[in-house]
């Protein structure tokens, strides 16, 4: 990746798409927001997952509770745990599936 505006660009199309992806899903006890490169995923319960990008790493950064994930960009375009736990498709997935208690697919 080239430039910070580059990042910014990819980035954001990437939560876009996460955004819609939980949109479709209609889950009705959360409330999801995008703005300035932070998705919000607010619960019925008060608890927020965060995912917000952090240009000057190039990475993206996901908080779920206690737990936190930092993804870095493969060379074939997916979002990897810098620690080897996963893409963040499915990191996110599992985290949303272990609070909702149900299997959530994105």
């Known amino acids: 990746m080239s430039s910070d505006i ?3 660009k990819l980035t954001d199309s990437f939560m876009e798409k996460i ?3 939980l949109i479709e899903e209609d889950l009705d006890e959360l409330d999801c927001d995008l703005a300035m490169g932070v ?4 619960f019925e319960d008060g608890t927020k997952f965060i995912m917000n990008r952090q240009t000057a ?7 779920a509770g206690a737990s ?9 375009g997916e979002w990897l745990d810098t ?3 996963g893409p963040l498709q499915l990191v996110l997935e599992e ?12």
């Open 83 to 85: 620690k080897g736990r």
């Open 95 to 106: 985290v949303l599936s272990a609070k909702l208690g149900r299997p959530i697919s994105l």
């Open 57 to 63: 790493a190039h990475q993206i950064w996901l908080a």
């Open 6 to 8: 580059e990042f910014s």
């Open 19 to 21: 955004l819609e992806s």
């Open 39 to 42: 998705l919000t995923i607010e």
């Open 68 to 76: 936190a994930w930092h993804f870095q960009q493969d060379e074939a």
